[in-house]
């Protein structure tokens, strides 16, 4: 396995995470990592079956409180997975999508959030 964090090619097993996640060590930087890290699954008590929940509940336009509900994760555990899910997309959008001649452009959603008001 290629090393996550200096890209060197052989990076080895090295036992396994509390978790049962398996870590492995690069003989070139002599760190550790998990498998996962660089994943949405890094560091967070989701299974790979609440993320897809989540996620697919959140683009079919339930509300981040009503996704907290649906799944019986904390709405800061639902922000958090949303967010950071947003972030790899936008990364896999930007390096996927360079250089593309276009003569229109078609905005098929936008979202804004004006202004939160104390209740009166
Ligand atoms: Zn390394």
Redo the contacts with the bound molecule.
């Keep these: 396995m290629e ?1 996550i ?2 890209g ?1 090619e052989k ?1 080895h097993k090295h036992g396994k995470t509390a978790k049962g996640i398996q870590r492995y060590k ?1 003989p ?2 002599g ?1 550790t990592f998990p498998e996962n890290l660089n994943t949405l699954y890094y560091n967070r008590h989701l299974s790979s079956d609440e993320v897809h929940t989540i996620l697919q509940s959140h683009a079919e336009g339930s509300s981040l409180r009503g996704v907290s509900r649906i799944s019986g994760r904390a709405y800061g555990t639902v922000v958090s997975l949303i967010r950071d899910a947003a972030q790899k997309a936008q990364m896999v959008h930007n390096h996927e999508v360079q250089q593309i001649t276009t003569e229109e452009i078609i905005g098929d959603e936008m979202w804004s959030f004006i202004k939160k008001t104390e209740a009166l």
């Design positions: 090393c964090l200096c060197h990076a690069c070139h930087c760190q």
